[in-house]
């Protein structure tokens, strides 16, 4: 009998062994990913986005979840202040990857404007789509210029935030200053409300098209853009570099005709602290999404593979450059 009694426990002992490796540390039930070659070293990837309506928040979430899915890691979108909160994130070892516009990422490299001193540790994964300048505007307000702005009470975006600086510098280069406005610092969803309210004449909403805010504004208001003088947009590119002119297309809002406008690049940056194996797993993932990312906003179609390269104004990740060279 004492036999018998332990060759049960032996053969229990073999089951419950047989079980931990199937369940337990030693494996994952199908179709989870398990922290091997197929994964990422880092546990969680946040992605600093912008505010929770804007294009930036949007593709964000759907990046995480391509992330999250192929990954098996706590990947989410953090929605912020943009550009400028965005990177004193990155420095601060808060989030591990972002979205900024390349005029504030060009301050954080050099250690100018809100920065003053040089972030280290952000370097660039891709240039990705254009961020227009769309300065929005009620039919019966008068404002027809940039330069009509004066005296008006205008939102300028988050305080800090990439649709500031680029309207601050935008401003700069037509000899505005904010003491010729009254300046309210308004995100996305706030300015379309004081827009509608009439507590606000005008509002700057820098983002890729179409951007959510201004197309309800669209539905709900006589709603006017307002041109900003191509020739004037590459004067001031002389000077600051990131700006580029371009139209804001026909139809886009309701609007009959183009209307001329500024433009920066946004761009996709990570923390220099990430591996070079994470940052190309990151990289070739995110090219391998672009469809579905894409799919969730409009904007992320002007993102291209041959185009990422092009007007980078950040260190390019090692990881980055590794996938770059493989499409060689």
């Known amino acids: 009998m004492k036999k018998r009694k332990y ?3 032996f053969v229990s002992a073999l089951l419950s062994a047989s079980l931990l490796s199937a369940c337990g540390d030693g494996g994952k039930q199908e179709g989870q990913k398990t922290s091997n070659s197929d994964g990422l070293e880092a546990k969680i990837v946040t992605i600093a986005t912008g505010g929770s309506s804007g294009p930036y928040n949007i593709i964000g979430t759907t990046l995480a979840n391509e992330y999250s899915n192929e990954f098996g890691v706590n990947s989410k979108p953090q929605s912020t202040g943009a550009s400028v909160e965005n990177l004193n994130l990155i420095k601060e070892g808060k989030v591990e990857m972002a979205f900024v516009m390349s005029d504030v990422l060009t301050e954080a490299v050099e250690g100018t404007g809100n920065f003053p001193e040089k972030v280290e540790q952000v370097q660039q994964i891709a240039a990705l789509y254009p961020n227009y300048v769309q300065i929005v505007t009620t039919a019966n307000s008068g404002i027809k210029s940039i330069e009509d702005l004066k005296g008006k009470r205008v939102a300028v975006g988050d305080q800090n935030s990439g649709v500031e600086v680029n309207a ?7 000899g505005i200053t904010y003491d010729d406005l009254k300046v309210d610092y308004l995100g996305y969803a706030e300015a379309a409300d004081g827009l509608k309210s009439g507590s606000i004449d005008a509002a700057f909403l820098t983002s890729g098209l179409p951007n959510s805010s201004v197309m309800e504004l669209a539905a ?10 191509s020739a ?4 001031i590119s002389k000077d600051q570099p990131y700006f580029v002119a371009m139209d804001i297309p026909a139809d886009t809002y309701g609007n009959a005709e183009a209307v001329p406008t500024a433009a920066i690049m946004n761009a996709l ?10 940052v190309y797993k990151l990289t070739k993932k995110f090219f391998d999404s672009l469809e579905t990312l894409g799919n969730s906003h409009q904007a992320a179609n002007d993102i291209s593979l ?7 104004v950040a260190p390019v990740h090692p990881g980055a450059k590794k996938y770059y060279d493989e499409q060689k």
């Open 7 to 9: 060759s049960l426990l």
């Open 168 to 174: 601050r510098n935008l401003l700069a280069g037509f």
């Open 220 to 229: 709900s208001i006589d709603l006017t853009l307002v041109a900003v003088d």
């Open 232 to 235: 004037k947009v590459e004067e």
């Open 269 to 278: 940056v990570v923390s220099s602290e990430m591996s070079e194996d994470d």
């Open 306 to 312: 041959e185009n990422a390269q092009q007007g980078m």
